[in-house]
């Protein structure tokens, strides 16, 4: 199996996994530098960097890798003692560097309004991968939504079942109404998205969670739900909701920074629904 290949395949399935080649070699080893192994989330392997005890270690540090999504390097010795107790007489050194691999993530706006032209432009930009849905043609179109991906015009029931939602996934519900939300969030919380946020004020959040609680939905499938969404940086145009909605997906994409925590605004993490 070519590892190229089959990487780009893991990418466009929206799955994560890690590369580890083979960077620097001092004398004999049992492989050859730049050989490559390619570890999948599910820990199964394409490639091979030689075998043994490396290998074996390398598969350790790439499962790792692929949690936190921060490379390593590492260096081995294959001195005579600890190579013939593994069956590698080679006796040289070398270093690996495993590095993540991610899939390119995937913004799904729900809602065609004005201000999803906005985040539609700004998620592209930032790297996103967009989808717009919306259940009215008049506004979900191609005209309308020039830099997205794909633009979908039907019933979001009937949305639903095509998306493939992921760890890469970014949930963005932004409908016409309070009704069209609820239908989207009662669908988006049974899914794996990294991010789910929902237009509107704190308020309105409470009350969405409360008419969910009154159906049997535990309150806490909403720890991971933003809302109101985006950054607290005073927007009030479209655009710069549009802002705001995407730094703080950005924020969860890169895991931001020590200290900070995305899910602290969400409702049920800041003790809005005690």
């Not at 999803?116 to 179109?141: M, P």
């Not at 997205?148 to 992921?166: C, G, K, M, S, T």
């Not at 949930?171 to 789910?196: C, K, N, Q, S």
């Amino acid at each position: 199996m070519d590892v190229f290949e089959e990487l780009v395949r893991l990418r466009r399935l929206g799955q994560k996994c890690a590369l580890a080649t083979i960077v620097d070699v001092t004398g004999s080893i049992p492989s050859y530098e730049s050989a490559k192994l390619l570890i999948r989330e599910d820990g199964s392997m394409a490639g091979t960097i030689g075998g043994g005890c490396v290998e074996a270690e390398v598969w350790n540090a790439a499962r790792e890798v692929i949690q936190t999504e921060k490379p390593r390097k590492l260096a081995f010795n294959l001195g005579q003692d600890a190579a013939y107790d593994n069956g590698l007489i080679c006796g040289g050194q070398l270093e690996v560097f495993v590095e993540p691999i991610l899939p390119v993530p995937s913004a799904y706006i729900f809602g065609a309004g004005h201000i999803s032209k906005s985040l539609s432009r700004v998620a592209t930009q930032a790297g996103f991968r967009t989808v717009v849905i919306d259940n009215r043609e008049a506004f979900a179109n191609r005209e309308r939504f020039p830099d997205a991906d794909e633009v979908i015009a039907a019933e979001y029931e009937d949305v639903f079942p095509r998306l493939n939602i992921n760890e890469s996934s970014y949930l963005v519900i932004v409908t016409r109404g309070h009704r069209d939300d609820m239908r989207v969030l009662r669908w988006a919380i049974e899914t794996p998205a990294r991010y789910i946020g929902m237009i509107g004020s704190k308020r309105k959040g409470i009350n969405v969670v409360r008419e969910f609680e009154k159906e049997g939905i535990p309150r806490e499938r909403f720890e991971q739900v933003h809302t109101p969404m985006g950054l607290d940086v005073g927007a009030i145009t479209p655009e710069e909701i549009a802002v705001a909605v995407v730094a703080e997906m950005i924020g969860v994409r890169r895991n931001a920074h020590p200290g900070w925590n995305p899910l602290s605004k969400s409702l049920f993490a800041a003790g809005a629904m005690k």
